[in-house]
């Protein structure tokens, strides 16, 4: 099997991707992604028959060059590691690492920023245009079991992990959400997310691809510039972040009303509005409906399984739920002594299976078993079935933190912050908070005689550390609640913060 998606072909003229002023055809990106195949197999490094799981890193906004290089790598065999492009250099330099990079794809000032690092590391540093070749090659067949890509996710220990999916889990996480949210090739929908997710990557922009559907590229959150087009009725689809729909709100304050009015009527004449990676509150929900008209339909995923539950396209939205298992995706929720839940309202965990679940953590057995039992993914997420609805609960870890959609590990900010010359202790938990979800708040205790304002932090947290993780909020306390066993109590901070 040639790896690629149905529609990337040399006949489909349709319009795929929109960036800026550029705007090009399936079959012209169907070329490109081929003739950069092409490049990777036989250009300057290995000419081997195919790239045999070789680990290709890319650095790049949402962009044209971004989707030749994530297909050009699966077409040559190869496993993509889209990077975070506001990452910190030592976040990048841990996901390099883990996962034996060996070449690392960027352009203009992104490939700059890299040229230390990638030289410290032994790793070639490339631009789009030193690999794609004039002519496409002939490539080789890739089976579905292959390893396809790697996203790094964050968990309750230190440094995130490497979560890799084949090109089966790939096919299965798209074309679940085609069927189950009737995505056609009429679609048009913005990406303003970020491409190292799956949010961004699966639900959006390879959903929208394999559908048919044009996808307008966006190398960030362009709020101004989005609504102008959502005014315009460039889109009849539009998902985000509960986070994005509260700026909108927020946004729309700022306007007169005759321009809230343009852009609200955009909304409504879409067919789709859709919520997800944290939780939708019922409040934004109700709000948002009021405004455009959208029942949000919001649904559950995770980096390893891609989507695993959903409202309903057709049928009740219910606000404040994540609705049923989507199509191919077997959900149930367990005790703690992993008995199956049959009833409803008694909370347990939210346990997935199904060909849209991940292969491996990369390079660490150890996690791979124990985040399985019986064959179950175990999410960490508690929920109760309500009315033959899951609503989601929170989660089993209080070192989870989600913030505007951003999973976070309070534990890696706290290794980082305990980096601090001054600080002694440290504690970072996730506070409820309107706009970002959870924002995030670290108690610390300094060493004697040491004083330190939450500026100083916020500057000394900068380079350190991606922007979204850095605090929001500093309480310098004398000591950190602990329990009998000397571990610090954090339900008891987070009700000192509240
Ligand atoms: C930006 N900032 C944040 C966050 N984003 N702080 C906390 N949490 C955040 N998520 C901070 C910046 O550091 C900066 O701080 C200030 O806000 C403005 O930054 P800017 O980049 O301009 O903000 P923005 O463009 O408004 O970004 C907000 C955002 C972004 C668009 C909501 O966070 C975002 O794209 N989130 C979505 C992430 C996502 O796709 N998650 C899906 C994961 P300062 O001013 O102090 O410098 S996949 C997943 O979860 C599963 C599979 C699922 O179910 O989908
Ligand atoms: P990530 O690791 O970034 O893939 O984040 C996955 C996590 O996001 C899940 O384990 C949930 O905790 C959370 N999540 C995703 N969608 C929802 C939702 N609709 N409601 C509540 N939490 C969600």
Redesign the pocket.
Known sequence: MRSSFPTLNATNLKTALVEGNKVISYAALNLRCDRFASGLLNGNVSGKADLEEERIAFFMPASIDYVTTMHGIWRAGGIAVPLNV?SAVTELEHYLTSASVSRMIANGDYRESLVDLCAALNIELLSVDDIITNEAATLPDIAPERRAMMLFTSGTTNKPKGVVSTHKTIAAQITTLLDAWQWSENDAIPL???VH????II?ILSCGLWAGATVDLFG??D?PEICAKVAAKRYNVFMA?P??YV?LLQFFDTLTKDEVEKITAGFRAMRLNIS???ACPVKLFEQWQALTDQVLLE?????EI??GLSNPYVGERRAGHVGQALPGVDAQLFDEAHTPILEENIPGEIRIKGDNVFLEYWNNETATKESFIDGWFCTGDVAVLDKGYFRIMGRSSVDII??????LSALEIEGTLLTHDDIAEVAVIGVEDET?GE??SAFVVLKPNKTLTYVDL?GWCDGKM?????P?ALHVVDSLPRNAMGKVTKPALKALAS
């Open positions: 506001a303003f997310l970020p997710h799956i949010h961004g639900n960030k959150f709020m972040v986070t994005i700026k997800g990676s944290a649904r559950y995923g995770m980096t891609g989507m989600k913030s505007g959609g951003y999973k970002w924002s995030v916020k991606s922007g979204y993780k850095i929001k």
